[in-house]
């Protein structure tokens, strides 16, 4: 099988696995607990948010443990609202995890602006620097696309946030982190969220950057941990893995990796004229349509013959459309047809030499059929 959905999640590093185990099974006490043994493991968690900053390129703000991107994102927006006449604003192309809650924003009655995409697939700049004012309370823009890989210039909006408002800056940076180079310093957001089963750590546990806690409130109440800002006992196994499979990861050779498996998909399904790619910077993340063929169905056949892709986020796959590439002006026929590939960087170019053949015969013969 050609695992070819890494945007869905990833296969966890074995010593994480090892990691994981070794704080399930030895050293399994609560970080809470006032004897030694929870001290030490404490420390543990400790080291790990500093890990995790590290990484992030962030020298000041704290890392809030979460069960991951859905309950950080939740953590940022809910967390940042205020009571009054506050405005918000949510980019189209956000994951559900963001775009629902902006939903339930307006369900509040609150104000909620949506932020239109470009034909090439980022936010609309000046669409933005119309709608900050200053009401503005918070403006959610994901990094990457987790639909088609496009990034966004989250320096830039930044600037345009910082310079009309006092507003909160959110930032979805779960296709980002350990994926393309940045550092949270240079880029000046205020909340940044990660997931672990994106970096090949495990499924149930990410993280919250928050450069300044005085700027959000606890959603979820309890004991206090995490800052009083998130409230139950810590994951420490799930945590401690992700700082494993953090610290083994090196980005910048990872994404020569990646961006080599994506360049040989390319050339290899260019070979057709039906193909469309939408161009992307990140070299993990691909959208592609096959002109009259049911993206759904390709996807389907090309599990029958050993290679696993998706039409879009695994989190919105009972939902018609596709919100990302309908904002971008994409024509029904092109997102019908859409599927999406996505890669990590420890696949070989022979399984995507092998991939991107099959895709070919499958989707040439789908096409045949209709005809």
Known sequence: MIYLDNAATTRMFEGAVDEYQKFACNLFYNPSAFYREGREVKACLDQARKSLLKKLGATKGDIIFTSGATESNNLAIMGAKRNGSWEYIFSMGEHPSVYNVAKELEQQRCKVHYLPLLENGQVDYSNLENLINDKT??????????????????????????????ALLHVDGVQAFNKIDFALDKLNVDSYTISAHKFHGPKGVGALYVKNKSNIKNIVFGGGQEENLRSG??????????????????????????LLLKQTMTKILLQDNNIKII?????????????????????????????LVSTGSACSTKKAGNRTLESMGLKKEDVVSSIRISFNAYMSEAEIKDAGEI?????SKLSELKT
Not at 146 to 155: C, M, R
Not at 359 to 363: E, G, M, S, T, V
Request: aromatic share 4%; charged share 25%; net charge negative.
């Open 279 to 307: 161009d992307s910077e990140s070299p993990y993340i691909m959208s592609v349509s096959y002109k009259g063929v049911n993206g759904e169905t390709l996807a389907r056949i090309l599990q029958d013959e050993g290679v």
């Open 137 to 166: 309370r918070l403006v959610c823009v994901m990094h990457v696309s987790n639909e088609t890989g496009v990034v966004n210039d989250i320096e830039k909006i930044s600037e345009i946030v910082k310079t009309k408002s006092k």
């Open 233 to 258: 006992t810590e994951n420490t196994s799930g945590i401690m893995a992700m700082k494993w499979a953090n610290e083994h990861i090196n980005v910048r050779e990872n994404f020569d990796k990646a």
């Open 359 to 363: 895709i070919l015969k499958c989707a």
